[in-house]
């Protein structure tokens, strides 16, 4: 049905239209699934060093939930491939969220350490599953603009859901929030029975192996990965590298990071679909090191504000184009491959940043940490100089 709508749009010599009724429905568990995840991304780490889990338990926690996420993002295309979207996305969101009620009556460190595993791999089946069917749902002459509006559908509720699951932990507790973050990707499951089962798609299907192969969907996909190697560390370490006195500091700065990344993509969507997204990579790994750098100043509010914002639009821009890119040097056959390997970027490099940065830190002092973590992104220049639109490599 909206592959026939567009077509007719096209002949008719108009734009197609952006937002259709499955888009809509799809929104619902864009959202579900966004502040299910959200809401506890640090509330956890919390309850895992409150809960005396150790010196690293807030990296092992953060890890734990990004590495069952990397895992079962490389399976989620064949299980689609098998049982399409709806089936797929049920699963997914009973995964997410079903398993933080458990955090309710065990606070146990291996406890928490199952429910980030099997909750990550909730987390893969939604996004990639969910990924997929969205970009078979928007019009190929307007990806940059219809990626960015599902950036803020989903960055809405990061940007809500992030700091309030902080400030609720020191005004109700634990519980109340691990329940709010249940429900959350439960309900969603009501919207899921509207949405297409399978997406008609031509060409010979692309497997992930292949795309870990090609050179023009791993590039971007590097750059994406350096990205979210600060992410992962910024919303697992920033409530702990602050000082206790700067309190309401860390709320600031969770809110700021993701409003800053949702204006962000949305720039970069409709800035991409006139002159391309491949000019906007380099830029953007360039400013997401520079506010990485900008945090180390952890004992200046100013410095955290201004790095967490310099970082966030840094990031959001990179959202955008290299998923832009990814999606535009494939047939729609390839979208599941592009979905699982931009996802797998982003929460590899989420994983990795959290255990490496918090052994790093243990040794270092977060200062110095943060100021590595910026070097190190600074490593995918080389694909993302590749990239350039002058390029011929």
Same mark, same amino acid.
């Given at each position: 049905m909206t592959t026939t709508i567009n077509s007719q749009a096209r002949a008719a010599g108009s734009r197609p239209p952006l937002v259709t009724r499955p888009l809509l429905l799809r929104f619902v568990s864009i959202i579900g699934a966004s502040t299910s995840f959200y809401l506890l991304l640090s509330v956890v780490?919390?309850?895992?060093?409150?809960?005396?889990?150790?010196?690293?338990?807030?990296?092992?926690?953060?890890?734990?939930?990004?590495?069952?996420?990397?895992?079962g993002e490389l399976a989620t295309p064949r299980f689609v491939a098998r049982f399409g979207y709806r089936l797929a996305l049920v699963a997914g969101l009973v995964l997410l969220g079903a398993p933080a009620l458990v955090l309710t009556v065990s606070g146990g460190?291996?406890? $928490?350490?199952?429910?980030?595993?099997?909750?990550?791999?909730?987390?893969?089946?939604?996004?990639?599953?969910g990924g997929a069917l969205t970009a078979s749902l928007i019009p190929p002459e307007r990806r940059g603009e219809g990626l960015?509006? $599902?950036?803020?559908?989903?960055?809405?509720?990061?940007l809500l859901a992030l700091p309030l699951g902080v400030w609720l932990v020191h005004h109700v507790g634990y519980a109340p929030v691990c329940i709010a973050g249940a429900l959350a990707a439960l309900a969603a499951i009501v919207s899921v029975p509207g949405l297409p089962g399978r997406e008609p798609a031509s060409g010979r299907p692309i497997g992930v192996l292949a795309g870990f192969r090609t050179a023009a969907l791993l590039r971007p996909a590097v750059v994406f990965a350096a990205t979210?190697?600060?992410?992962? $560390? $910024?919303v697992t370490f920033l409530p702990l590298a602050v000082p206790s006195a700067s309190g309401?500091?860390?709320?600031?700065?969770?809110?700021?990071?993701?409003?800053?990344?949702?204006?962000?993509?949305?720039?970069?969507?409709?800035?991409?679909?006139?002159?391309?997204?491949?000019?906007?990579?380099?830029?953007?790994?360039?400013?997401?090191?520079a506010g990485t750098l900008l945090i180390s100043l952890n004992s200046s509010p100013v410095a955290v504000?201004?790095?967490v914002a310099l970082f966030g639009i840094g990031f959001g821009v990179a959202q955008n184009a290299t998923l832009s890119l990814m999606y535009a040097r494939v047939p729609a056959s390839g979208y599941g491959t592009v979905s699982a390997?931009?996802?797998?970027?982003?929460?590899?490099?989420?994983g990795v940043g959290a255990l490496a940065f918090g052994a790093l830190a243990g040794g270092t002092g977060y200062p110095p940490a943060f100021a590595v973590t910026a070097a190190l992104m600074l490593t995918a220049l080389a694909p993302a100089w590749r990239d350039r639109p002058d390029s011929k490599g």
């Open positions: 780490p919390l309850y895992a060093e409150a809960s005396g889990g150790g010196g690293n338990a807030a990296g092992l926690a953060t890890g734990a939930l990004m590495l069952a996420t990397v895992a460190m291996a406890w $928490i350490v199952a429910v980030c595993l099997v909750r990550g791999l909730g987390f893969a089946v939604t996004v990639v599953a960015a509006l $599902i950036g803020i559908v989903s960055g809405v509720p990061s979210t190697l600060a992410a992962g $560390i $910024i309401g500091l860390v709320a600031v700065a969770l809110f700021v990071q993701p409003a800053a990344s949702t204006v962000a993509r949305w720039l970069a969507g409709r800035h991409g679909d006139r002159h391309g997204p491949a000019g906007l990579v380099l830029p953007a790994l360039v400013v997401s090191a504000v201004a790095g390997l931009w996802n797998f970027a982003s929460d590899a490099g989420m």
